[in-house]
């Protein structure tokens, strides 16, 4: 572990020491086609952009440098931030997700500018524990030209994360009693959809399912796909006695949804000590086992 | 009137269709396959095609002058990234002024998905003339 950090840090270094990398031309100049198809998808009607005296919306810059479907061999276009990002590969950082994008706008871009975008690697961060599994937070920046004046920034951060492993597939020793009132909520779950039983007369919502509405009394039933938020509204941190196949402590919680009713869940991947009545949750769906998906919680805001 | 500390922005509801996600994504010149194929977005563990991140900039930027005008020039737009934006999702943008200087003033936006936050932002605006505009903190037809 110590050695795969000091290895990723010397080449952290060395990218960090080489600064920018090559100024790679932009596939076009700054031109009214590609601004008029953005502000068409973006639905941007700013009069700034259009007509003789046009100019860039600014949170194009990162477009004029996209390659677009044109795949080419990148070997001297090799930014320093590569061997950084090969080096996390290797060591199982697999996944990838980006976490802050900052443009910043030295002057607005006219019409014809051939421009050329350069990338340094400003640091790499980690390893740090997160929701997504443990990984590092890689950090570059990017600074467009125009001729030998630099136009625009950007820093970029992402996290690369090794994904947390799917734990054995031995059977999972606790199984959820699935009938014929409770079948459409495990069903739904293994499609990934949280679901809550809706009288199929009066419209009123309920949770646990059963077979006949508390209001009034129908056995018609259907349900709703909630949205998959909530909020904890009590929780319990579990410490004994042991439960068969789970580690002790976890938080079993309460959670209320939007939609009215109460679920009781685990709230996982996150420290048991931050858990407070109240936080922000949203639903997570864990593969106990080849069969048996659960619907769990996890904060809506990843830490970082 | 000037633009005053605290003001608040018109909401702005973007409904994400797949027509918006794919128009967005490759109007950004992102032809990455989760922004437009919804089979390969799926196997790799998302619900759907998803915004990709050019494309939340450029709402940040459209949703600050939708509201600000053509007087106003951005000196720059920070995101810090949430939950995905997946089609069939509703887009939800609200904001703030949060601090307003001689020339120069912060708007601070967040875009909400049904799943969260989508994106947290700042923009720093400023005025084309370098005094403020006078009807900065009108929201706009």
Known sequence: MTDLRDHLMALVDKAVAAGEGPRLAAPHPVNDTMISHWTEAMGDRNPLYTGPEAVAPPAMIQVWSMEGLRREPAAELRRPVDDVFEALDEAGYTGVVATNCEHTYHRYLAMGEKLTSSTRLLDTVGPKRTALGEGYFVTWNVTWYSGDEPVAEMMFRLLKFRPIEKVSREPYPLTPAVNGDTRFFWDGVRQGELRIQKCGACGELRHPPGPVCPSCRSAERTHIVAGGTGTVYSYVVHHHPAVPGRETPFVVAVVELPEGVRMVGNIVQYPIEDVYVGMPVRVTYQEMDDELTLPMWVPTQEEV | ??????????????????????????????????????????????????????????????????????????????????????????????????????????IEVTGAVSLGPHVTASAVIMHRFGELPADLAKPRA
């Open chain 2, 1 to 106: 009137m000037q633009v005053v500390a605290g003001s608040v922005l018109p909401p702005l509801t973007i409904e994400l269709t797949p027509t918006v996600v794919i128009s967005t994504a490759l109007a950004t010149r992102d032809f990455t396959p989760v922004h437009h194929d919804p089979a390969i977005a799926k196997a790799q563990g998302s619900k759907d095609i998803f915004l990709n991140i050019l494309t939340t900039v450029g709402l940040v930027e459209r949703y600050v002058s939708d509201w600000a005008g053509p007087e106003v020039l951005f000196r720059g737009i920070k995101v810090k990234l949430g939950v995905p934006a997946y089609a069939g999702d509703t887009l939800t943008f609200s904001g703030t002024v949060a601090t307003v200087e001689e020339d120069e003033a912060v």
